[in-house]
């Protein structure tokens, strides 16, 4: 919110009470990593604390989230990326579908990923 000036009226959603949140912390338990999955499959709300970039955490909390949209019986989990993580989500099976679009005034691309195998 604040690294990327949006406003906090447009990040509130109301959808935060039904999703499933999951939080990345360090050794000490200090949060640096966030995701939320809804029900009906669209991931979204992945930031991780810039020192903690490129390490490996948000791989890590996308993977437990597409493995708890697999786990509820989806087979298809979606998600709007800023345009310039696109690299980052196409890395873990997303592909781009659609046009180029602003949300909050930032660049961003629609991405889906087929969810197959057993949970």
Known sequence: MLEQGVPAELE???LDAGALHAVAADASGNAIGTARLLDDGHIGRLAVLASWRRRGVGSAMLMRLIATARERGLRVVRLHAQTHAVAFYARHGFAAEGGEFLDAGI???AMRRYIVGKP
């Open 12 to 14: 509130w959603d109301g």
């Open 107 to 109: 660049p961003h691309l």
